[in-house]
């Protein structure tokens, strides 16, 4: 067992990100749904990092944080592609040590996030997921109904490992983040999208033991101690 490493905190979805960038030395990131870039992507700590985001006129905060005057410059500078993940994994091979997928927030659609990541990771890379834990079901709700949404990543998932085969563990912190590593037999290649999660919300997270099973649930000092 790995000695616990007291001095570091995991809180927020940076911190396990930076945590893994630093301790394995990783040099290049890739973040899918870049939203406002203050929330992750501005306190990432990489030698290189790309972000893809449509940014789908009008987005209201942006329209807060900039003037339409300084948009191309926010776009060369922060935003690296302009598109949609679906656009970007269809037009770009590169390969990354670590990808994080914080985009739109529906099984489906997360679920090709997960499995395109998947295959351009390099060797002993590994793909980071937001959102898989939602405290209260209507926080789970695709479309959104609330402010505090986390929808419905995590079904994606469970799928996804049940699908591929892929073993996932989910750390308790900053409403639930997925990890899983490097899978030599899916670099490259494409794959098969995972089928709808028929799981509901209260089959999955109604009793706390229930959840840490199915989602493989870790605290932030065992993820510490694991990675």
Known sequence: MYPKKKSMSI???SDVINYLIKKRGYGSYLEIGLDHPDS???HISCLHKESVDPYLDPEPWLKDLMTNDQLPSFIEEVLTHRMTSDEYFNSHSDTFDIIFIDGLHEEVQAGRD?????????PGGIVVIHDCLPLYEVNS????TTDWFNGTTWKALIQTSIDLGIYFR?????DGIGLIEYQPQYSGRFMK?????LLTWTEVFS????????MHVITPEEFLEIY
């Open 170 to 174: 989910t750390v308790d912190t900053n």
């Open 193 to 197: 999208y995972p089928k709808k999660c």
């Open 207 to 214: 009793h706390k033991i229930l959840r840490d099973y199915i």
């Open 114 to 122: 997960i499995v395109n990541s998947l295959s351009r990771l390099n």
């Open 141 to 144: 709700v695709y479309p959104r």
């Open 11 to 13: 809180e927020v979805r």
């Open 40 to 42: 992750n992507y501005n």
